[in-house]
């Protein structure tokens, strides 16, 4: 089954969510800003993806550049701050079969669910 870990106050996430709705495939939005991913759930999105827990940061969130911008983190302590912030986390994400996108651009996502 598709997921889309969603942000409904982004506008790209409200985009990647209506291009699955207009899909007709089922799917599970996950709104991950009230249901917080596990760290296990986070480690398994990124390795869908095929990169670090650094690349799932949105760098340009005034938490990142307040607290961890200037800091070496290990990958343990990435995942522990989106976890803590769940903010941080780039949406929307989008998972089918074991591959995942990020949905920036929204067309990143056309390409995993045709």
Aim: one cysteine or more; a positive charge.
């Amino acid at each position: 089954m598709i997921k889309i870990y969603h942000n409904p106050r982004c506008r790209k996430s409200r985009e990647g969510l209506e291009l699955l709705e207009k899909s007709g495939k089922k799917f599970e939005v996950v709104k991950y800003l009230d249901e917080v991913p596990t760290k296990e759930e986070l480690r398994e999105v990124i390795n869908c993806l095929g990169i670090t827990p650094e690349n799932l940061v949105r760098k340009n969130e005034a938490i990142w550049k307040e607290k961890f911008k200037h800091r070496l983190l290990t990958n343990e302590e990435v995942l522990d701050a989106m976890i803590t912030y769940p903010k941080l986390i780039e949406r929307p994400i989008v998972i089918n079969n074991g591959v995942a996108v990020i949905g920036r651009p929204v067309d990143n996502i056309e390409k995993i669910i045709s």
